[in-house]
């Protein structure tokens, strides 16, 4: 995987956020109706995942919306990204 590499959600995925006292994070699969329940970070990096924008600008994002560890950061955007192809979460463009 590239730092300019573009990926999109898959049409078969929808995210949700629920902003009720305690604030809940879910990933819908719209086809079979799987939920997987996320945490914020995690809902944040699939949110900006676009079809525009390449993972180093995903991760400027997040980087300053949580202020976290640059290098820890990378771990876990590449972490999650290669869950989410896996799983055909997202694709890549």
């Given at each position: 995987?590239?730092?300019?590499?573009?990926?999109?959600?898959?049409?078969?995925w929808?995210?949700?956020?629920?902003?009720?006292?305690?604030?809940?994070?879910?990933?819908?699969?719209?086809?079979?109706?799987?939920?997987?329940?996320?945490?914020?970070?995690?809902?944040?990096?699939?949110?900006?995942?676009?079809?525009?924008?390449?993972?180093?600008?995903?991760?400027?994002?997040?980087?300053?919306?949580?202020?976290?560890n640059?290098?820890?950061?990378?771990?876990?955007?590449?972490?999650?990204?290669?869950?989410?192809?896996?799983?055909?979460?997202?694709?890549?463009?």
């Amino acid at each position: 995987m590239q730092k300019s590499d573009i990926f999109k959600l898959s049409d078969d995925w929808n995210l949700h956020k629920e902003d009720l006292k305690d604030k809940k994070y879910y990933l819908f699969n719209i086809k079979d109706g799987d939920v997987v329940k996320l945490n914020e970070v995690s809902f944040e990096i699939l949110r900006v995942i676009d079809g525009i924008k390449t993972l180093q600008d995903i991760h400027n994002i997040i980087f300053c919306e949580f202020s976290v560890n640059r290098d820890v950061l990378w771990k876990d955007v590449f972490s999650l990204i290669k869950r989410c192809i896996h799983e055909n979460v997202i694709i890549k463009l």
